[in-house]
């Protein structure tokens, strides 16, 4: 691929100085299924909409939300198997720290490389930008944190963000419910509501997806009984 | 502006060097040595899994480069390897294989089978034709059942009820040969790994020091690492030694000052 005649790069600058195709990445990622991540102060949680284009699907068979490492999760928007491709990479590269340096990859290391790699695809031959931005939740000794990569590789530190369809209003209200030293079971709870804000539906424990990661530091995402709990305590 | 895709890894032995490295042997070049882990490694299966064993003695010749090495490497939660001949090459190549199950226990969301391991493993020799010197004895226990193979340096492999390997590997079958039935307990699985283990601490003397052992079962691992210590290190004095002045004999005195003098004066301080 980077070796033929016509293997220049498909994103190029617009005369007003903005690279389009990342804009309409960006685009695609509004489009998709709202998700958000809240940073507590002794975990992180990330949650998404499940919602399938069909009642037919095996729901039990998507999984979108997705473990990097053992103590380092990560949810998207957009488009799944861009965030397949990413997920894969992000692995490896995970797997190939460790190698070298005989550490667990720091999150903000796996962050930095996911994000590298997002930005080659903006800039080499041949290929067109990921259309999924990326929250990327993650504990290890600097403590719980939570970034959002998006399709140009620019990454930010969150206390809480969302991303997708619902974007604005979720944000306007994670500004409001968001407290420094939130709980992380409030922090579940006000993912929940956040996400049943802009639910075109009944939410259930089958149609949404939460992760979290406690002091403990394993990456969890929680079975549909756990949602379940958590959704009666909400209502 | 190279493609984002990477290239197609390129595998196996590389034979650039081949050619000068045999004239530089025929000109008298002594080829480098390497640490070599002399070692007894062991397995078994018994009732509810696997043990596995392994003494803690590295050698580079006839030096014992580390008293308490350990030689049960991890390769997944439920599988686990013992490696003996090159220190480095047994290293390497489980630290890869396990790597490698990992990003496959990721993208399969399943635990780790043991033939997966034994596959990779010996992909890897066989591609290096031997020149990875590493035997090794690879024992768990997944959804099959509990599994014993060994690996040779070649990439050839046995799947076996009872193995050893390395230097003390005769001394050390000699005890299983003698002693091991099916359906052992755990109590006697650990005894028995112990055991031979010891003959080739004792009979081998490129094995030494210490005992390792690893149980594994369905759901459970147990590394117990110096299970046993029929070796201690017994010291001639706490106190230490003490060298007074006037035991060893003056033969010549020889004075050289190293600090030289420094001398402070008065200037102007530098302009800004």
């Known amino acids: ?235 | 502006m190279a493609g984002a895709m990477d290239l197609p890894a390129k595998g196996g032995f590389s034979f650039d060097l081949c050619r000068r490295n045999a004239m530089l042997a025929e000109k008298g070049l002594k080829m480098p040595g390497f640490r070599k882990t002399g070692t007894t490694i062991v397995g078994l299966v018994f009732q509810d899994g696997v043990v596995l064993g392994a003494d803690t003695r590295a050698t580079e010749g006839p030096i014992v480069a580390d008293k308490n090495c350990e030689k049960i490497h991890f390769m997944a939660p439920n599988i686990y390897c013992c490696g003996a001949g090159t220190a480095a090459d047994t290293e390497a190549v489980t630290d890869m294989v396990s790597s490698q199950l990992q990003l496959h226990r990721y993208a399969t969301g399943r635990e780790s089978r043991v033939v997966t391991a034994l596959t990779l493993l010996k992909s890897h020799l066989f591609s290096y034709q031997g020149h990875v010197s590493a035997a090794l004895v690879l024992g768990g226990v997944d959804v099959t059942g509990p599994h014993l193979h060994t690996v040779y340096p070649h990439g050839s492999t046995d799947t076996l009820p009872f193995a050893t390997m390395g230097s003390g590997s005769l001394a050390a079958m000699s005890v299983f040969e003698s002693k091991y039935k099916e359906g052992l307990t755990r109590e006697e699985g650990i005894q028995l790994v112990s055991d031979a283990i010891c003959a080739g601490i004792f009979n081998d003397l490129g094995s030494g020091s210490n005992v390792d052992v690893c149980v594994i079962t369905k759901g459970k691992t147990e590394y117990l690492r110096n299970h046993q210590l029929p070796n201690p290190r017994t010291y001639v004095s706490s106190k230490g030694y003490s060298f007074t002045k006037g035991q060893t004999e003056v033969l010549s005195t020889k004075i050289t000052q190293l600090k030289p003098k420094v001398e402070v004066t008065e200037s102007d301080a530098m302009e800004e």
């Open chain 1, 1 to 235: 691929m980077g070796d033929s005649q016509y293997s220049f790069s498909l994103t190029t600058f617009s005369p007003s100085g903005k690279l389009v195709q990342i804009e309409h990445a960006l685009t695609a990622v509004g489009s998709g299924q709202t998700s958000l991540g809240i940073k507590a102060a002794n975990g992180v949680v990330i949650a998404t909409e499940k919602k399938l284009p069909s009642i037919l699907v095996d729901e039990t068979s998507v999984q979108k939300i997705q473990t990097l490492t053992p103590n380092i999760g990560v949810v998207y928007s957009g488009m799944g198997p861009d965030f397949r491709v990413l997920v894969r990479k992000s692995r490896k590269q995970a797997q190939q720290y460790y190698r070298l340096y005989k550490e667990t990859i720091p999150v903000t290391q796996l962050v930095r490389e996911t994000a590298a790699v997002m930005q080659e695809f903006t800039q080499s031959g041949g290929v067109r930008p990921f259309g999924v931005s990326l929250l990327i939740a993650g504990y290890d000794d600097n403590g719980p944190q939570l970034y959002q990569v998006d399709p140009s590789g620019s990454y930010f530190s969150w206390k809480a963000s969302a991303m997708g369809k619902n974007v604005s209003n979720a944000k306007t209200f994670l500004e409001k419910r968001y407290t420094e030293d939130m709980e992380l079971d409030d922090a579940i709870h006000t993912a929940i509501l956040t996400l049943k804000e802009g639910y075109e539906g009944q939410i259930s424990s089958n149609n949404i997806e939460i992760g979290v990661i406690r002091s403990d530091r394993e990456f969890k995402v929680l079975s549909p009984a756990e949602i379940k709990d958590f959704l009666e305590e909400v209502e």
